[in-house]
């Protein structure tokens, strides 16, 4: 197991913190992502790498979330979304899939500590009756606890596919218009009735989706959500991914940043329109 | 926090390098199609049913008309369902000190090269993104020009269409496009209803959103008309009310981008969950042969795990 509290202190500690910090206010004088979503790929590549038992790189994987959580804090990023766990994924190994789930609680009560330093709110997202009554039960308290925080977002994707997010927010939205018996056009679904009832309704679209380990696709995440976002596929797998990644993202992001924020103007236009 | 693990290249990798694909650097050792077709999503499920029929059917018929794959392509790992965005005319135009008009009648001249490649390597879908929802913004001079540019196009390929047994499709929000336009979509998919060799599907006037939003405003009226309950809306019945509800193979195996842009920009948001995605530097006017080739190699040569593990 190689998450512990330690950790945390090592993070916000030391001459790389201090580095890190310049490094991030630089980059701050330049527009910073809103919201970053990443799909976490390759944590077992790295394992069988570094010869590690089976099932510690997604350790490995969460401690990177971790500090990526804390660059994203320290940076101004107020939302960051992460791909931990799909519904396909159901169907791996049963060993691994109860190695992931054990690790998700313990990151449960890792994440409660780390809202308290920096008033972080934790979401689920996903259709959460798929997993253990006792997962669903820590997820749902961590999600109350921390509801008033505003500092950063995380919203973590556990039992996700963006299909099933959509599928239940058409579900929502026709049980509520066949319950509607005011005028027609009361009656009519429209793209925000959909919206609402999405699991990620509780953030804006992502600015930037990361995927690590190589592989170009979106793997059923975000897909309604990362309609104009700026896709960034890196070769490095999740658990290497680090500060450097994240800077180069940024600096991609600020490059092409007046083409989105045009394009992001227009939709809405449309949209309201 | 910084190390020296940060040796490990940076680089984006959606942006190709420009190595040519070695001959024989295919298929991966061990890696068998079918077993992963038996674990695919439940909305694959046609895949096996064409793995099979494929070799029964009619298209098999076509096989004489199909030419030889250039080297390192393999004909069993060809996609069945490839979407283009085709970006990039204007800026083609603008280098070349033409105008925009210029950029898009030379995209045409790229579209219709890549539809008979892909008639001729057995690709059964090629889905276009001719025009988003988010393109009325430009200029009316521009929007006038690419409409009457289409209605040209579909009067002078009407006939190649039937001699290529190709079957024209065409998606999107049809209440803004020009009533001539309408009237001849609607012939040109009624004469090439019947053909076989490939399906070309046009997304005009598209977004990937409004087609979930269409097909979700349908299930609404069945569900209050009594036709469905509530309880029976699945992912099966969101699909069959898609747009792409026109075409046997609804999702796109390949999607290609074109001009180094890289995003999906409200393209098939629902169709693309699996699709392994390309990003061309080329403009689309200069996206030829070769640039499709390294695409369908760099496609051939994935692993697909649809969430699963295959090793």
Known sequence: MLINEDVLGRIFSGWTSILRKCVFRVLRVGPIPCHVAIIMDGNRRYAKRKRLEEGTGHDAGAMALLYLLVYCYELGIKYVTAYAFSIDNFKRNPEEVQKIMDLMMESVFLLARLSKVCSLRVHFAGNLQLLSADLRTAAKKLMENTAGNSNLVLTICVSYTCSDEILHAVEESCKEKTETTGRDDESVIKLADIEKHMYMAVAPDPDILIRTGGECRLSNFLLWQSCCCHLSSIFTVWPEFGVLHLVKVVLDFQHKYSYFARKKNAIMELENG | ?311
């Open chain 2, 1 to 311: 926090m910084l190390s020296l693990r940060f040796a490990i290249p940076t680089a984006n990798t959606l942006i190709p390098s420009k190595n040519k694909p070695k001959p024989g650097l295919v298929v991966q050792s061990g890696w068998n199609q079918t077993d992963l077709l038996s674990s695919l999503p439940k909305r694959y499920d046609y895949k096996l049913q064409a793995a099979t029929a494929d070799l029964t059917d009619g298209r098999a018929s076509m096989a004489d008309k199909e030419v030889e794959l250039p080297e390192g392509l393999s004909r069993e790992l060809m996609p069945k369902h490839v979407a283009v965005i085709m970006d990039g005319n204007g800026r083609w135009a603008r280098q070349k000190g033409l105008p925009a008009s210029a950029g898009h009648e030379a995209g045409v001249k790229s579209l219709r090269e890549m539809v008979e490649l892909c008639g001729h390597w057995g690709i059964q879908v090629l889905t276009v993104f001719a025009f988003s929802t988010e393109n009325w913004i430009r200029p009316k001079v521009e929007v006038d020009f690419l409409l009457s540019l289409f209605e040209r196009a579909l009067k002078s390929e009407m006939e190649s269409f039937q001699k290529s047994g190709i079957r024209i499709s065409v998606i999107g929000d049809s209440s803004k496009l020009p009533t001539s336009l309408l009237g001849l979509i609607n012939e040109v998919e009624e004469t090439t209803k019947n053909n076989t060799r490939l399906q070309l599907i046009v997304a005009v006037s598209y977004s990937g959103k409004y087609d979930v939003v269409q097909a979700c405003r349908s299930i609404a009226e069945r569900a209050k008309d009594g036709q469905i309950q509530l309880e029976d809306i699945n992912e099966s019945l969101i699909e069959q009310e898609l747009e792409t509800n026109c075409t046997e193979y609804p999702y796109p195996d390949l999607l290609i981008r074109t001009s180094g842009e890289l995003r999906v920009s409200n393209f098939l948001l629902w169709q693309l969950a699996y699709t392994e995605l390309f990003f061309a530097q080329e403009l689309w006017p200069d996206f030829g042969k070769e640039e499709f080739v390294e695409a369908l190699s760099s496609y051939q040569q994935r692993q697909r795990r649809y969430g699963g593990r295959h090793s």
